[in-house]
């Protein structure tokens, strides 16, 4: 059994989006986290609206403190490895804790590679920058410098231009420069540089040569690595980039996974990753909603089938549909709610073309088994009462000349006057609606184990048929007693509701 609705890897941005609408949506959700956060290096952030030029770890700890309040856990740890089987998603982390979730959020961000150039990391977030909007404002009208590590990144120097007159692009390890590029440049006054760059130090720029070029900061870009080494067992589709594969809401290949933020999409900036976060939120509690009802539909089915495990009634038929039913003619015969089978192995030892219908396949073959034991021939069926059409999914149409359903109460979700009515439908005219039911608790039942119950009366009964007076005839509406003994081997009389209705 999981004990988390979610984990979510990562506690930046957009890991703490996510758990932020989990969290809300009252998901059990556990965050975990390596601490590492991409834009540690910046003494301030920009260009996040109501939240310009804090320090970036001030917000992920205003995000934290917030998903406190809706019960979401943060541990701090790495997770090096992830585990997916059919219903869950097993993370293990390096100190070789492991949680199991319904769901998975990776949302672990990348690092960004800078060339092995001295002085570009001891820079990188104050005067080594990666994105102009981040920190153009800052460093606007200075000396700027732009490093290109590929032809792809031309559009940075244009771009950087924005904010300044001021500046020298060093296209080294771009390559040599078409004629248009450089045409750019020139027309838009950016300076180009072509010796390759051995060092960045005090605010200036170290070209192989010996020349230096005095700059107030240079923008680059490292190569992005995302950090997903710990899902490559699983086989998730990937971009051509390399980079898991995402739909609008974060969801990977995998039914249980989603990822947001920069791991896959590294150009995000911080509100980009906050929305792709809380998307992947929504989009994992929208999948686990979903997991929720189908998982409720099919309850019942599991609740009986468990009740089923072993051996339930006697294989004795109810005395009352012996005492009723004994006298009618034999034709065809349903039994709703028909257990291990003995009414139904009893009405086809008399001569009826019986059915039976029940929903725990678990009953349905132990009454295969009992009338084959009786070497009797009759038809059982594992369906739900509940369906719009369950005989008719087993090939079974036409009406009946006798509808039965004894002690049909069920403590797991079943509409059952709407069964009933459906099933008074297939009376033939002429033939007979039994319903048997508890009109009272047996006397050594615990109140904990009848509160759910409804015992109704006998009236009570034929009312919620609601079966028009015009087509039926009202031919017993009583309470009948019987003889048991209980689990303690005492005797006790129980009261049976009698409901035994003719179809005109
Ligand atoms: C220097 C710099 C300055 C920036 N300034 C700005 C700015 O001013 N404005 C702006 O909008 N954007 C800015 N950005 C971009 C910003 O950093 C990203 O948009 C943002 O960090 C993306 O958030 P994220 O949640 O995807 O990843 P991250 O913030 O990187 O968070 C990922 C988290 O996952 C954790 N993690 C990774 N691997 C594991 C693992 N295996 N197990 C557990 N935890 C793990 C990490 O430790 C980290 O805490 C800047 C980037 C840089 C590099």
Redesign the pocket.
């Known amino acids: 059994m999981e004990e988390w609705d979610v984990i979510v ?7 703490l989006s996510a758990a932020q609408m989990l969290g809300r949506a009252r998901r059990r959700t556990l965050v ?8 540690r ?2 003494a301030h ?4 609206l109501g939240h310009d030029g804090i320090p970036p770890a001030e917000l992920l700890d205003r995000g934290r403190a917030e998903l406190e309040a809706y019960g979401v856990e943060i541990v701090a ?4 490895a992830v585990e997916e089987s059919d219903a869950s998603v097993t993370v293990r982390m390096t100190d070789g804790r492991t949680e199991t979730a319904r769901a998975l959020i990776i ?3 990348i690092t ?1 590679e800078l060339p092995a150039i001295p002085g570009l990391a001891e820079g ?2 104050s005067t080594v920058l ?2 102009p909007y ?1 920190h153009g404002w800052e460093v606007r009208d200075r000396r700027l410098g732009v490093l290109l590590l590929s032809p792809l990144q031309l559009h940075q120097a244009q771009l950087v231009r924005q904010w300044s007159d001021d500046v020298v692009v060093f296209t080294a390890a771009a390559g040599e420069l078409a004629p248009d590029v450089l045409r750019a440049f020139r027309a838009r006054g950016i300076g180009v540089e072509t010796h390759p760059v051995v060092a960045f130090a005090d605010g200036t720029v170290h070209l192989a040569g010996g020349r230096r070029v005095p700059v107030d900061a240079i923008f680059t870009a490292g190569a992005p690595r995302p ?1 997903d080494a ?1 899902v490559a067992g699983l086989g998730l589709a990937r971009t051509d980039a390399g980079l898991l594969e995402v739909d609008a809401l974060g969801r990977t290949s995998s039914a249980r996974i989603w990822a947001a ?3 896959v999409t590294p150009y ?4 980009v ?1 906050m929305g792709a976060g809380s998307m992947a939120g929504a989009g994992a509690n929208a999948a686990l909603v979903e997991e929720d009802v189908a998982r409720a539909i099919a309850e019942p089915e599991r609740y009986w089938n468990d009740r089923y495990a072993d051996r339930m009634w006697s294989g004795n038929p109810n005395a009352t549909l012996v005492d009723v039913v004994g006298g009618f003619v034999p034709t065809r015969s349903l039994d709703l709610g028909c257990g291990e089978g003995a009414d139904v192995v009893w009405l086809a030892r008399r001569g009826w073309d019986a059915t039976g219908i029940d929903l725990s396949a678990a009953a349905i073959a132990r009454a295969q088994a009992a009338a084959e034991e009786a070497g009797v021939s009759a038809r059982f069926i594992a369906g739900d009462l509940d369906d719009t059409d369950p005989l008719g999914a087993a090939g079974i149409d036409g009406s009946f000349g006798l509808v039965t359903a004894s002690f049909l109460h069920s403590r797991v979700a079943l509409d059952r006057a709407r069964a009933l009515r459906r099933a008074a439908g297939l009376v033939a005219r002429g033939g007979h609606l039994l319903v048997v039911s508890h009109a009272a608790p047996p006397p050594w039942a615990r109140p904990e184990h009848v509160a759910h119950h409804v015992f109704l009366s006998p009236e009570q009964e034929l009312a919620s048929l609601d079966l028009p007076a015009t087509e039926w005839e009202t031919l017993i509406v009583d309470v009948r007693s019987r003889a048991a003994v209980g689990p303690d081997g005492a005797p006790a009389t129980l009261g049976d509701s009698v409901v035994l209705l003719r179809r005109v």
């Open positions: 890897i990562g506690a930046g941005i957009a890991g975990v986290d390596a601490g590492s956060p991409r834009n290096f910046a952030m920009h260009g996040v740890a790495s997770v090096d949302a672990t961000g960004d990188w977030g990666h994105c981040c950090h710990f933020g920069n791991v995000a900036n911080v509100p990753s």
